[in-house]
């Protein structure tokens, strides 16, 4: 399974950024698919998750304002990220939740 995360970038605070994770090598339909942020100094930190079923999961911090979502295909990740803060600085990271294939990162700069 390889994972490729692209989208991150610089923003301003308020602004938004769509994250992608393209997935090949396996079958992931029925695999839950999930977002970390990883910050300087901390572990990475689960954000958002999605069940093969479509049902999504948030940590507090982004609730409401990121939404997570898989194509039909299900080869797709996305992470729209809206109502951007200083806080949400860190690098992206997209996982096969539960299991060692992670994608590289991808940073994520909030700032003014």
């Known amino acids: 399974v390889q994972l490729q995360a692209s989208g991150g970038g610089l923003a301003q605070p308020g602004g938004s950024l769509r994250l992608s994770c393209s997935a090949s090598?396996?079958?992931?339909?029925?695999?839950?698919m999930a977002w970390y942020r990883q910050v300087p100094g901390n572990q990475r930190e689960l954000i958002a998750s999605?069940?093969?079923?479509?049902?999504?999961i948030y940590t507090g911090s982004v609730k409401g304002r990121f939404t997570i979502s898989r194509d039909s295909a299900k080869t797709m990740v996305y992470l729209q990220m809206n109502h951007l803060e200083p806080e949400d600085t860190g690098i992206y990271y997209c996982?096969?939740?539960?299991?060692?294939?992670w994608g590289k990162g991808t940073q994520v700069t909030v700032s003014s």
């Open positions: 999605i069940t093969s079923g479509g049902t999504t």
């Open positions: 996982r096969v939740f539960g299991t060692h294939y």
């Open positions: 090598g396996s079958a992931l339909s029925s695999e839950t």
